[in-house]
């Protein structure tokens, strides 16, 4: 089984719906990450949960909201999103060696989202 | 302000060498990762340097120079399966990863 999996892997949704990501680790680690990846440019973190504590937002609309229920399992909600939010979205976690520092982070397949 | 430049797409040969450089500017320094990402996959660990040198792991070795603010990912004897693209991330001193946009790498027979 994969360290990391995300559901649903693929998802088109309209503007006015609401849905929701979700991943699951199964490595032990104390860290969970949300990125936005668009193609040809840089993976943009949007969430960082350590401990499943919120540490990072970013500046992320407030139509992306994350949810981080144990040290395994992260959501992000989605409502009233607009087209240019079309992007694939891969979870990834790490273990936190030390306050601070971050290991080797293991990346989700991704969930593939298109907004019409 | 922080930033990670690598080149957009490469081409190489099957049985060749291939350097992927990366450049990168970020507040504070403590490290440089290089993923694996291929089409519609999840990016993969390759390698972390935090010190100047190189670092080799099988066909695949990684460089650091830290006073020049570079790096490259050298792919020897490439293969078919190397074609992917490769991602250089910085490891700020609020140990944030300032990720690149990442290079394509297109291998030909």
């Known amino acids: 089984e994969t360290g990391v999996t995300q559901t649903p892997r693929h998802l088109v949704m309209g503007m006015t719906n609401k849905k929701s990501l979700k991943c699951e680790q199964h490595?032990?680690?104390?860290?969970m990450y949300w990125y936005k990846q668009s193609a040809k440019k840089p993976l943009e973190l949007m969430f960082v949960?350590?401990?499943?504590?919120?540490?990072e937002n970013n500046s992320v609309p407030s139509r992306f909201s994350p949810e981080c229920p144990n040290s395994s399992h992260l959501f992000l909600h989605l409502h009233t999103l607009q087209p240019e939010d079309s992007a694939l979205y891969l979870c990834?976690?790490?273990?936190?060696?030390?306050?601070?520092?971050?290991?080797?982070?293991?990346f989700g397949p991704g969930t593939r989202l298109t907004v019409l | 302000g922080q930033n990670i430049d690598q080149p957009t797409e490469m081409t190489a040969t099957e049985g060749a060498i291939v350097q992927i450089n990366c450049t990168y500017q970020?507040?504070?320094?403590?490290?440089l990762f290089w993923y694996q990402q291929h089409a519609g996959e999840a990016p993969t660990f390759l390698s972390y340097?935090?010190l100047d040198g190189l670092e080799e792991k099988g066909r695949f070795s990684s460089f650091l120079s830290r006073s020049k603010g570079y790096s490259y990912l050298l792919l020897k004897e490439l293969q078919m399966k190397d074609s992917a693209s490769y991602l250089c991330?910085?490891?700020?001193?609020?140990?944030?990863?300032?990720w690149g946009a990442g290079t394509k790498l297109i291998i030909k027979p």
């Open positions: 991330a910085g490891l700020d001193s609020n140990y944030q990863l300032i």
């Open positions: 990834a976690s790490s273990q936190e060696v030390l306050a601070g520092e971050i290991g080797e982070q293991f």
């Open positions: 970020t507040s504070g320094f403590n490290g």
């Open positions: 490595l032990g680690h104390n860290a």
């Open positions: 340097n935090v």
């Open positions: 949960y350590s401990l499943e504590e919120r540490v």
